[in-house]
């Protein structure tokens, strides 16, 4: 299993999953440089070593333009290129994700939004390309800022009759990525989810006994950002009500780790772990979904969670009390 690292708290006693040394950016970076150095021309040679600069070398994400976010996308878009070379790439942006300065980067790709394009292609990449898309997004969550970007919930357009957002596109990672046969994916795939999951939520509070069609209008509701743990110490009175991007991210993410948990014998501690403890989170914001979920994928929670480890057992118990409560 890759080692975990932790980078911020996303609450008083969570803080959110990166990989670091799994990494190494010098010598990925002199793997790029043999595979496409000839190739280039004088202008993409310049991209090249700024590029060096702020990966390897440490210098200022003033040294990152928009030269060289066209130069990462082309080499990203042109499926011709050696496989390698989008490979070692994305090692190097999951590299560079760690780093306080690097959301500014990400910003400069508003317009075309290639670092989000290229993961939207999950399905159809190769293995080595998945860990390295997957690695990439949960490493962005190591700033505030990369988080928030990850989870922008904005739509955009694929093409001419396509919309997506960001968000979409980190959830279908992370939900492909656990769900697959490779355990460096489910690694990375739980890790995403779990990020997801502890991430600060933007949520309305509202009393349960005003949550009617009839009674929402006459309440004062104050929408803003809400703690993992605000959430998860409300009071049984209060229900939190998010944005429906949110709430359809959360089923999605809900369904593929039940299908995880359903499919895979055996499964290492931690990533159980890390997926109980997101069903936990979710279970105060779509405890119905939740319920449904449970019942389409059709497995047996009580049978395959119990007795893995002393805080698998609690998160166990803190999601069966959520969900009894929710149906009465």
């Not at 803080?15 to 202008?43: G, M």
């Not at 190769?126 to 990439?136: I, W």
Request: proline share 3%.
């Amino acid at each position: 299993m890759a080692t975990k690292s932790f980078s911020r708290q996303s609450s008083v006693s969570d803080q959110l999953i990166t990989f670091k040394d799994v990494l190494n950016p010098r010598s990925d970076f002199d793997q790029l440089e043999r595979l496409i150095l000839s190739n280039l021309d004088e202008k993409e040679k310049i991209c090249l070593k700024d590029f060096k600069k702020y990966i390897v070398k440490g210098e200022g994400v003033w040294v990152l333009d928009q030269q060289i976010l066209d130069f990462v996308a082309g080499l990203l878009e042109h499926r011709s290129l050696n496989l390698d070379i989008r490979v070692k790439l994305l090692r190097l942006l999951a590299a560079a994700a760690l780093r306080d300065d690097f959301w500014s980067f990400l910003q400069m790709d508003r317009k075309n939004r290639t670092l989000m394009r290229f993961p939207n292609l999950f399905e159809n990449l190769t293995v080595e390309e998945q860990k390295g898309v997957a690695l990439f997004l949960v490493n962005t969550f190591s700033t505030p800022q990369g988080a928030d970007w990850l989870m922008y919930g904005s739509t955009w357009k694929l093409d001419e009759e396509t919309e997506t957002s960001n968000v979409k596109i980190t959830a279908k990672v992370a939900g492909y990525s656990l769900v697959s046969y490779t355990p460096s994916l489910q690694e990375y795939g739980s890790a995403l989810i779990y990020n997801i999951a502890l991430k600060e939520t933007k949520a309305l509070s509202v009393p349960k006994n005003k949550y009617t069609e009839e009674d929402l209008p006459t309440v004062d509701l104050d929408y803003g950002t809400v703690s993992n743990q605000d959430i998860m110490e409300t009071r049984e009175s209060t229900q939190f009500v998010t944005l429906k991007v949110y709430n359809d991210v959360a089923v999605e993410l809900s369904m593929a780790t039940l299908k995880y948990i359903k499919k895979t014998k055996n499964p290492p501690e931690e990533v159980l772990y890390r997926c109980m403890k997101s069903l936990v989170k979710f279970s105060y914001i779509i405890p119905n979904d939740i319920l449904h979920c449970v019942a389409m994928v059709q497995v047996d929670l009580d049978t395959l969670i119990p007795g893995n480890s002393a805080r698998i057992d609690a998160e166990m118990k803190m999601l069966k009390a959520k969900l009894i409560k929710s149906t009465e």
